[in-house]
Every structure is written in C-alpha cells, then in structure tokens.
C-alpha cells in the first residue's frame, strides 16, 4: 500500500531514467513533467484535451498529459520530447519548416513518432487522420505534412534527406 500524507510517492521512467515523484492524487501527469522534472517541452495549451500540444508517449502509446493522472502511470516509462532527440519526424519538421511559433511542435513530433513507429507505411490519408488531435494555430498545416512525409521516407530508408 503506498504511503499516504497528502502526496504520494511514485516511480517512473523517464526518458530512461527512474525518476522519484511526490504528487498529489489530481496532479496530473503535464504538471509532474514540467513543474516536478522541469522538462518543459511538454507544453500546456488548452488543458483539456483538445490541443495535443501536452503530448508524451506512456509505454510507448501518446497521450495527453493534461489529461492524464500521473497516479494512473504510476511504473511506466515516459517518453518526453527531451527524450526523442535526433528522431525522423524532428528532422522533418526542421528540413521542411513544419513550425511557427513553435508551441505545437513537441506534440506533433511525440505524435507523428508513434504514428510512425505503429504504422511506418500510413498513408497521407492516415497521417492527416492521426494527427487531428493535434492543434497548429500558425502553419496551415501544409508544412507539418510534408514534415511527416519527409520523416517516413527517412525512417523507411527511402530518399528524404537526399534532395
Ligand atoms: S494542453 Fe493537453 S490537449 Fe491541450
Ligand atoms: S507553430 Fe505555432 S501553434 Fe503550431
């Protein structure tokens, strides 16, 4: 049973780390990343669900961390866009100016890289699809396309990267 005196003492791994958190049981999991580890790629745009500019990966699936208990993930390893570093889709998002402001990005990369990693041959139809979670107030989304077909051809082999 875990000890109990307004916080409570969890576990995870993060970015390949295990990491000691104290939270409180409506801490969630946006709050613990960025105010209790101080990784701030994370970012808080709507915090409700709505935006994905929060995402992570928890055991390798993206979620929405404003949404997300970090009580609920007590164990689990977290991915953060600290710990994605040199991934096709960040070198897309670079090569093709997927990026404005920039505030979406960390959640269209921690996105797009699940994305790819559970379907490496997704279809234009099916990135657009997955990635309508996410939310890009500056780009008109054009860019953060061909970013993410940039990145499939280089995480495939084929010839991004040799225009
Ligand atoms: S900040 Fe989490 S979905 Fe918008
Ligand atoms: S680049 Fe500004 S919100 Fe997406």
């Known amino acids: ?19 000691t958190v104290w939270v409180s049981p409506a801490d969630t999991l946006l709050s613990t990343v960025r105010t209790g580890l101080g990784l701030t790629g994370a970012k808080a745009g709507c915090e409700n669900g709505d935006c994905g500019a929060c ?3 928890v ?5 929405k961390s ?4 970090t009580v609920d993930v ?7 866009i600290e710990g994605l570093q040199n991934s096709p889709v ?21 996105n797009g890289d699940a994305l790819l990693t559970a379907r490496p041959d997704a279809d234009p139809a099916t990135r657009i699809e997955w990635l309508q979670s996410n939310i890009c107030r500056c780009t008109g989304y054009e860019g953060i ?6 990145a499939q051809r280089a995480a495939n082999g084929t010839d991004a990267g040799e225009e």
């Open 55 to 57: 995402t992570v990966h």
């Open 90 to 110: 960040q070198a897309g998002f670079r090569a093709e100016y997927g990026f404005q402001c920039g505030f979406c990005t960390s959640g269209f990369i921690m």
């Open 145 to 150: 396309e061909r970013a993410m077909d940039y």
């Open 59 to 63: 055991d390798g699936t993206p979620v």
């Open 74 to 80: 007590d164990g689990a390893a977290i991915t953060t």
């Open 66 to 69: 404003c949404y997300t208990l």
């Open 1 to 19: 049973m875990k000890e109990y005196n307004g916080q409570v003492k969890l576990n995870l791994t993060v970015n390949g780390e295990v990491r």
